[in-house]
């Protein structure tokens, strides 16, 4: 069964697509692709047990580090170049992103809220980096180093030029409700994002 988060990347995705899947885990977003809308996938993948899992489960994962790059991979080679929950791990979030559209027609991005009121107020009443389900590290062994809010992630799309062509804003259950949909970066938890150029 996928993460709520990886269901509904799925459903964005189209039938017969070819689908780049960075920092794929175990693989178990591309397996489903593949066994239910035939798509053809490639991982990129660093944790030797998650490219492990990936050949188990028979599919194509290469190890490479996100943050070295996608140079050896041709543009436009994909309709859609997936990161879950990784843009804020990365170093250069923007250049990983600008890279997902040069080998992608599209990007699909999922990262936690910042701006969320739960972290607006542990920051504000604690004085203290925020741990939640969301965010369960402590500041010093994190691995999300560039953070950001809704509204951050849109005005970057807007200052490169690029068109968000699909989004969603959550809770920690993946549940769309009324506040999410009329304030997304105050009570939205977790984002997730279609652009493209």
Not at 33 to 38: A, N, P
Not at 124 to 145: A, D, E
Request: net charge neutral; charged share 25%; with cysteine.
């Amino acid at each position: 069964m996928l993460r709520p988060d990886l269901d509904i990347i799925r459903n964005w995705i189209p039938d017969h697509s070819r689908v780049l899947d960075l920092g794929c885990g175990s693989g178990t977003l591309l397996e489903s692709l593949r066994d239910t809308k035939r798509v053809h996938g490639y991982g990129l993948e660093i944790d030797q047990d998650n490219i492990a899992a990936c050949f188990e489960r028979g599919v194509n994962v290469i190890e490479q580090d996100i943050d070295e790059g996608l140079g050896n991979i041709q543009n436009k080679r994909f309709d859609y170049v997936v990161m879950t929950q990784a843009l804020q791990a990365v170093h250069r979030p923007d250049l990983v992103l600008s890279e997902m559209l040069r080998v992608g027609r599209e990007a699909i991005v999922t990262f936690p809220n910042f701006g969320h009121w739960k972290v607006r107020g542990y920051l504000f009443f604690k004085g203290r980096m925020p741990v939640s389900p969301t965010l369960p590290h402590q500041w010093y062994n994190t691995p999300n180093i560039h953070l950001c809010t809704v509204n951050d992630f849109e005005a970057h799309c807007r200052q490169q030029g690029y068109r968000i062509l699909q989004s969603m804003v959550v809770d920690r259950d993946h549940r769309v409700g009324p506040l999410t949909r009329l304030m997304p970066n105050l009570f939205g938890e977790i984002a997730l994002f279609r652009v493209t150029r």
